[in-house]
């Protein structure tokens, strides 16, 4: 099959698209993959056809400051989730969208593989499914359905445990949708509209997971908040395996001999700006801990903006071989990257977590719900809060053991074959659904009137 890949131009969420390309490129499928510009060398690396985005949609999210300054100047909350929403993502709607159909008049794909965020997809997704190509999307964060105790979203909030908590849920949900939901909703119909859409109701991230031709989750039920109902299109796949040798060996590797317990601690890659949230007073927490060796890693930047003074137990590396490292890991330290977490557990790696920016308030609800580690709900730790939370997960069997279930579920999706499986019946439906309105393979990719007039 052709296959379109599409990505917001963010580690977090290329990351695990560019692991979905591996596996249908070692298939035999014929790739080609659309994002910002600034990812085309390490997209074409990977032996995958690059094509960039332009104008609006071609931006580069490792510095979410740089792209909506304002958010610089505003506390994690209802505002800050309207200006990043609105400027991060609705505004890029217009240029993603333009960049899907010119891509696809050059490369007429058989399916569309997005990740959930990428919402340029949505305009695509609101035509007759027989004037487009199906449309998979690959959820690269939390199920951001809606819940059923009414909660928002992105706020860190755990499943409701009575109906006080459901009284409580409703005044922070109507507060969401004055100050967030509502505001947001007014803007994006905005952009619909300008691109000859009708508006919709639904509100955004329900929208593209309502409207998907199937939705793969990129995670096992047992780390999602239960709902009562999810559209039948969703499927938890597990995690993509790691793409081998995106690293090589660090120079202190048989250092990790299994003498001491080893501690992974990262900031991922997005907000590794200031180390001193996160790797630094972790060293710090960890320094005179004879049992335990500090692993580090700078999420790519250079080691010398991890300031201070190194102790004798710790080992830094900008980039790691995260195949190599996950299973000498004892535990991981993270600011609660998606990602990053989920392959945590699928190693059977328990966590400590602490960050409440982007998506990471609710990722590390999850793992403090789910049993598979401790959130210290806060985005900067003190050195005292991070050793005794260290310590307590170490010396805890329950954290371990949870850890292990957690991947034996992992263990028992065959993630490969999975997507394989609805990549092939979402593309097999599609074709019937032509048939039976009567087109042909030749419709310039399925594009609607409208855009082949832009």
Same mark, same amino acid.
């Given at each position: 099959m052709k296959i379109l890949i599409t990505s917001t131009p963010g580690i977090g969420h290329i990351n695990p698209m560019l692991a979905v390309?591996?596996?249908?490129?070692?298939?035999?499928?014929?790739?080609?993959?659309?994002?910002?510009?600034?990812?085309r060398d390490r997209i074409e690396r990977a032996g995958v056809h690059f094509r960039s985005f332009s104008g609006e949609a071609?931006?580069?999210?490792?510095?979410?400051?740089?792209?909506?300054?304002?958010?610089?100047?505003?506390?994690?909350?209802?505002e800050w989730l309207r200006v990043a929403l609105q400027r991060i993502f609705i505004d890029r709607i217009a240029d993603q969208y333009r960049g899907l159909q010119q891509a696809l008049l050059e490369f007429p794909a058989d399916v569309i593989v997005s990740d959930d965020m990428m919402f340029g997809v949505l305009p695509m997704l609101m035509t007759p499914r027989e004037e487009r190509p199906p449309i998979v999307l690959c959820g690269t964060t939390i199920l951001h359905w809606c819940r059923s105790d009414g909660a928002p979203n992105f706020l860190g909030l755990p499943p409701a445990a009575s109906p006080a908590d459901v009284e409580r849920f409703a005044v922070i949900a109507d507060e969401y949708e004055r100050l967030t939901n509502g505001p947001t909703m007014?803007?994006?119909?905005? $952009?619909?509209?300008?691109?000859?859409?009708?508006?919709?109701?639904?509100?955004?991230?329900?929208?593209?997971?309502?409207?998907?031709?199937?939705?793969?989750?990129?995670t096992v039920p047992s780390f999602e908040f239960p709902r009562e109902h999810i559209p039948s299109t969703v499927s938890f796949v597990g995690t993509p395996p790691l793409i081998p040798g995106q690293a090589p060996l660090p120079p202190w590797?048989?250092?990790?001999?299994?003498?001491?317990?080893? $501690?992974? $601690?990262?900031?991922?890659?997005?907000?590794?700006?200031?180390?001193?949230?996160?790797?630094?007073?972790?060293?710090?927490?960890?320094?005179?801990?004879?049992?335990?060796l500090v692993?580090?890693?700078?999420?790519?930047?250079?080691?010398?903006?991890?300031?201070?003074?190194?102790?004798?137990?710790?080992?830094?590396a900008s980039y790691l071989p995260f195949e190599w490292l996950l299973p000498k890991v004892d535990v991981l330290v993270?600011?609660?990257?998606?990602?990053?977490?989920?392959?945590?557990m699928s190693a059977g790696i328990p966590l400590v977590t602490a960050g409440l920016t982007e998506d990471k308030a609710d990722v590390n609800a999850r793992v403090k719900w789910s049993g598979v580690g401790i959130n210290l709900e806060t985005n900067e730790?003190?050195?005292?809060?991070?050793?005794?939370? $260290?310590?307590?997960?170490?010396?805890?069997?329950?954290?371990?053991?949870?850890?292990?279930?957690?991947?034996?579920?992992?263990?028992?999706?065959?993630?490969?074959?999975?997507i394989l499986r609805i990549l092939h019946e979402t593309a097999r439906d599609s074709r019937t659904a032509r048939l039976v309105a009567g087109r042909s393979r030749s419709d310039r990719a399925y594009l609607p009137a409208h855009a082949m007039t832009r």
């Open positions: 390309g591996h596996m249908l490129r070692s298939e035999g499928h014929e790739l080609s993959f659309l994002s910002g510009s600034w990812l071609d931006v580069d999210l490792r510095n979410l400051h740089e792209v909506a300054p304002e958010l610089a100047e505003l506390p994690t909350g209802f007014q803007h994006l119909n905005g $952009v619909l509209r300008g691109l000859g859409m009708e508006p919709i109701s639904l509100a955004l991230f329900d929208a593209v997971i309502a409207h998907a031709d199937a939705y793969l989750q990129l590797a048989s250092d990790l001999d299994g003498a001491r317990k080893v $501690v992974l $601690v990262t900031q991922g890659t997005v907000a590794n700006r200031d180390f001193g949230l996160l790797v630094e007073p972790t060293m710090a927490a960890l320094a005179n801990e004879p049992d335990i692993v580090g890693t700078a999420g790519g930047r250079p080691l010398d903006a991890i300031s201070g003074p190194i102790p004798a137990n710790a080992r830094l993270t600011n609660g990257g998606y990602g990053t977490v989920n392959q945590s730790p003190t050195p005292g809060l991070l050793g005794d939370a $260290v310590r307590t997960v170490l010396d805890t069997p329950h954290y371990r053991n949870r850890a292990r279930q957690m991947a034996e579920e992992f263990g028992a999706i065959d993630t490969r074959s999975t």
